[in-house]
């Protein structure tokens, strides 16, 4: 039933416009594959070319041992789910269900039949005989699942499923998705923007950006050892303190962060740090910071710190190691788990949280 | 406590004196508008029907009774149904195109299409003229051929076609724009080929509009007179429509035969224009 899937060197241009730079990875039989980056990282672009939706312009797409990228996106047999449902309006669900099964000539008895066990699964048999107009949008996109699954495809592809509805639907179908894979086992390949979802869902995450891979990894290799800036700030949140490489060490002023012994001496680097990974001293800190502002996220805090150089950092800590900690305290802080990289070339260097955990 | 009683007792009575002014400005409104309806449409109605059957079924009768009188109708019929087919196929690929493709000249086509609502028919019929008439090379090409087209039904129906060319294409370009493409998308990764596609997934969505806009071209195709009167010939029992027929009529001073040809004409126009109304509606509600 599973299959993987090899995407080697996959490029696409549109025009002038180089929208996916040779792309390769493979997606292993039976997982859930995410491409995750911001938009226009390219990622649907390599969603849609398995699909056979876009040619490539160089590269190719296996599908266990078949060729894929000769193939017409009707031969390709993948289930696609859209981001806005992309439902047939003028059909009822059933027969929505039913369109793949239908197409390609199903005995009626048997299409009737695997639409009843498809709407079972989607826990949507008292929709059948509605239109998609008559369904809130979690509904609708379980109805895309069960029509992209109705024929039994051979890997499950989807472009920001959840990207159209909103937070709380999103969760609930995000966990129900990961129950009905863990049900299915069908190799799948989804796209989005969302960390949070490509980690709690996937089991190998492909990080993109800029129409290239910037990492491939599981989850635990992407959050904890980013090979690149890109993915230490996109992937979770992440402070970045810029300085310079002396002795294995990021300065900044007169605070030395370890682990950059890679890097060359006199180098301009950036240090990423976790707001989780930044710790209320007990005694002496690596460092000392001014707070300027505690907020409460419910069971932790958000405090914002100022250094001595004038940068902001943005520290996570735990209600109940917060030590009475309060606005304009002077406190020290211990640093752990930084990353140290050459500093990228961009100025927009991300110095705020990009996401609050 | 008193204070609040009395700014919520003085709004009150605000809004009932607001609620007075409205509803007359809402009678007044809904007078204008059917006094309106009526003298243009109800009474000229009413006025063509009792002419029509003046003397009960007699007047009628006796009116169609004149050979030419069916013979006009029945050529306005099928020329009408000819046209508004030709136009509802040509006019969905035009809208198709307009919507589905980019190129240079894209919106120079988009304002030819207007071009014909916006011209006079009179004009539209000179230019037919023009270009079918024996002076024109593409005139004597065509008659080279053997193939007449002027003074014959051929020359009705191109000038059906030409005068109601955007009424299938404006109806089914909004819908067109609206369809997502992820649909036909969708279609294609459950393994439907493009005619497949297009038989059950795009059609069914721009079925309503193609029927409104093409009924719409039929009962206008009825009345059409200005471009066909020039190009027509108007020989009786041949190329001779029921408008300039009705024409003719009136000015050989015989209104009653006149009234009793438009009614039946208007019949007709009624039945498509409730038809319309009624698909426009369902269509609206199924979106």
Not at chain 2, 135 to 148: A, H, I, P, Q, T
Not at chain 2, 265 to 281: E, G, N, P
Request: glycine share 8%; charged share 20%.
């Amino acid at each position: 039933m599973s299959t993987r899937i090899v995407v080697e060197g996959l490029t696409k241009r549109f025009g002038s416009f180089e929208a996916v730079t040779d792309v390769t990875f493979t997606a292993p039989a039976g997982a859930i594959t995410a491409l995750l980056g911001p938009s226009g990282s390219g990622k649907s672009t390599v969603l849609r070319m398995i699909a056979g939706l876009e040619e490539p312009t160089a590269g190719r797409i296996v599908m266990g041992d078949e060729e894929l990228t000769v193939k017409s996106v009707q031969e390709r047999r993948v289930g696609f789910v859209f981001q806005h449902y992309a439902l047939f309006r003028h059909m009822t669900v059933a027969d929505n269900v039913g369109f793949g099964l239908r197409v390609r000539k199903e005995d009626k008895a048997v299409r009737e039949a695997r639409v009843r066990e498809l709407l079972e699964l989607v826990h949507l048999e008292p929709f059948a005989d509605r239109y998609p107009a008559q369904l809130s949008g979690g509904q609708r996109q379980r109805v895309a699942l069960a029509r992209a699954l109705a024929p039994a495809p051979k890997v499950l592809l989807l472009d920001e499923p959840f990207g159209a509805l909103d937070a709380k639907v999103r969760q609930d179908l995000r966990r129900w998705l990961d129950e009905l894979h863990r049900e299915l086992g069908v190799t799948s390949v989804l796209v989005t923007h969302d960390q949070e979802e490509a980690l709690e869902l996937a089991n190998q995450i492909v990080v993109m950006h800029e129409g290239r891979v910037e990492q491939v990894g599981s989850p635990g290799e992407i959050y904890d050892q980013p090979v690149t800036p890109f993915v230490a700030g996109f992937v979770g949140a992440a402070n970045v303190l810029n300085g310079e490489v002396i002795g294995g060490h990021v300065h900044l002023g007169s605070i030395r962060i370890p682990g950059a012994a890679h890097l060359d001496e006199g180098a301009a680097a950036a240090a990423f740090v976790r707001p989780h990974d930044v710790r209320v001293a007990s005694g002496d800190g690596d460092v000392s910071a001014v707070v300027e502002r505690v907020a409460s996220l419910g069971w932790l805090s958000r405090v914002s710190l100022r250094l001595p150089g004038g940068e902001t950092l943005v520290a996570h800590v735990p209600n109940d190691e917060l030590h009475g900690v309060g606005e304009g305290d002077a406190i020290r802080v211990d640093l752990r788990n930084p990353k140290a990289f050459l500093a990228p070339h961009e100025t927009s260097a991300r110095e705020e949280i990009t996401s609050p955990a | 406590m008193d204070g609040a009683a009395q700014t919520l007792g003085g709004r009150g009575g605000l809004r009932s004196s607001q609620r007075t002014t409205a509803a007359l400005r809402h009678l007044a409104l809904r007078g204008a508008a059917v006094v309106y309806l009526g003298l243009l449409v109800a009474l000229p109605v009413v006025a063509v029907v009792t002419k029509g059957f003046g003397d009960g079924f007699v007047t009628f009768r006796e009116a169609m009774a004149t050979p030419a009188a069916w013979a006009a109708i029945r050529l306005t019929l099928w020329t009408s149904t000819v046209a508004a087919a030709l136009n509802a196929v040509m006019g969905t690929l035009l809208a198709w195109v307009l919507v589905r493709y980019r190129f240079p000249g894209r919106r120079l086509l988009s304002t030819v299409v207007d071009l014909p609502l916006a011209i006079p028919t009179l004009v539209t019929g000179v230019m037919i003229l023009a270009l079918y008439g024996p002076n024109s090379l593409f005139g004597r090409f065509l008659d080279d051929l053997g193939v007449r087209v002027l003074f014959t039904p051929i020359a009705i129906v191109i000038a059906l076609c030409t005068v109601t060319l955007p009424l299938v294409v404006r109806n089914v370009q909004p819908v067109l724009q609206e369809l997502d493409k992820a649909e036909e998308e969708a279609a294609a990764t459950l393994g439907a080929g493009p005619r497949t596609t297009f038989r059950r997934v795009v059609f069914p969505a721009i079925r309503s509009a193609v029927v409104a806009g093409t009924l719409l071209t039929f009962s206008r195709c009825l009345g059409e007179i200005g471009s066909v009167i020039l190009v027509a010939g108007n020989i009786p029992k041949k190329t001779l429509t029921a408008p300039v027929f009705i024409f003719q009529l009136t000015s050989q001073f015989k209104p009653a035969e006149a009234a009793a040809v438009a009614t039946l004409l208007f019949a007709i126009s009624f039945v498509l224009v409730l038809a319309t109304t009624r698909l426009i509606a369902r269509n609206e509600a199924s979106a």
